[in-house]
């Protein structure tokens, strides 16, 4: 299709279709979100019809518009499409338009959608007389059963649109209708995606990142809010807070056996995260944990170091693999800031042969040697807020 002739995107909504009472709440959301995507571009308007959506735009902003409202979550499908008059002789001209940039010889077939009963011509034979055009002005073959392109009328009340692209959307639900989650975002692959998929179960996601300067220096920082940002184009701005976790970290290393480490680094991360979440009014906390993958993610592991949190530990990707995880790193745009160097503060003094079965009794032995709760109050009061 040639965009030039594209006036609007019609958007189709994902699961909002199952929802009862809160149906209007989450298509309100929907339609909020889609305008906040394209607000700074001049000409372009959202307009919200019988749970439709149509971004009208000038024609040379067509592309720009679909590449944003594909960050949209709650989002079946859509389609750049050519309004036009309400009238048969309209809605065949603008299929011929769209019909020529058809490769030669391959098939078509004409679907109509006639809302609006008022229209004095039935569907089928609107999609007779609109195929019948197109034969004579292209020459190209009609295909009912499986044709390679479908030229879509609609015929509604409020407008009559032409289209012949369907474009998958992310799907899920619009951001905010779940609630608001503090994502523990790291610079690695996995949390990145987490955050990503809670986002798309309609949760507002702001991040929790622990420091250990000098150990992960600055540009790991940075990163680590790059991959903030990068994220933040899927539901808006997005807050960072940033926790400065060196010395308590170190008190922690010092406090147990040294194969409880990590687990001992996680629950302090757990406890803090807990405190920030309230703080940021979230009821759930993220992780890109997944199971088996390394030493403090055996279903052991996982149990002792959720008993610090004070909240929900949602972890998306548990049961992912590992290549699928990348897959959808590399479709979101993460992938590539992921893979840049970086030092992650759980892989600071780590032991040759980390525990893979704690007891949660060996580990609060070891944080009974620290005051704990003043400590992770201390690291919640100290964290740096970075909005992106």
């Known amino acids: ?20 009472r809160n149906r209007r709440t989450f298509f309100a959301a929907f339609v ?9 571009l001049d000409g372009v308007s959202v307009h919200a019809a019988h749970m439709r959506v149509y971004v009208d735009h000038p024609p040379d902003l067509g592309p720009r518009c679909v590449a944003r409202l ?12 050519v309004r036009c008059e309400r009238s048969i002789d309209a809605i065949r001209a603008t299929a011929v338009a769209l019909a020529r940039a058809i490769p030669p010889g391959e098939t078509f077939k004409i679907e109509t959608k006639r809302s609006d009963k008022k229209f004095p011509i039935r569907s089928q034979a609107v999609s007779r007389e609109v195929g019948a055009a197109v034969v004579e002005a292209t020459g190209l073959p009609v295909d009912v059963r499986s044709p390679r392109h479908v030229i879509h009328v609609e015929i509604g009340v409020d407008r009559t649109i032409v289209f ?4 998958p959307g992310p799907g899920g639900l619009p951001v905010g209708v779940s609630g608001r989650v503090g994502l523990l975002l790291s610079g690695g692959i996995d949390s990145p995606v987490a955050g990503w998929y809670a986002m798309r179960r309609g949760c507002s996601v702001f991040a929790i990142y622990f420091h250990s300067f ?19 184009r ?17 008190a922690l290393r010092d406090a147990g056996p040294a194969e409880l480490a990590v687990l001992l680094y996680r629950r302090m991360m757990m406890r803090v995260a807990s405190l920030l979440a309230a703080r940021e009014g979230a009821d759930a906390l993220v992780t890109g944990e997944n199971l088996g993958q390394v030493a403090s993610q055996t279903l052991r592991n996982l149990a002792v170091i959720e008993d610090a949190a004070s909240l929900p530990i949602l972890r998306p990707l548990l049961t992912f693999d590992k290549l699928e995880i990348i897959e959808r790193a590399r479709a979101i745009g993460t992938y590539e800031l992921s893979i840049l160097p970086y030092d992650d503060c759980c892989s600071l003094f780590v032991p040759k042969h980390p525990a893979t079965r704690a007891r949660l009794e060996d580990l609060r032995a070891a944080e009974s040697r620290l005051d704990i709760d003043a400590a992770a109050a201390e690291l919640a009061d100290g964290a740096e807020r970075i909005d992106v």
């Open 32 to 40: 909020r979100r889609a305008r906040d995507l394209v607000a700074d």
């Open 70 to 81: 594909s960050r949209l979550f709650g989002l079946q499908s859509m389609s750049p499409a």
């Open 164 to 167: 012949r692209d369907v474009i």
């Open 214 to 232: 000098p150990y992960t220096g600055d540009k790991t920082k940075d990163k680590v809010v790059d991959l903030a940002r990068s994220l933040a």
């Open 234 to 250: 899927w539901q808006g701005r997005m807050a960072v807070r940033v926790v400065h976790f060196t010395d308590v970290q170190k």
């Open 1 to 20: 299709m040639s965009s030039a002739t594209c006036d609007t995107v019609v958007l189709r909504v994902a699961e909002i279709f199952l929802k009862g």
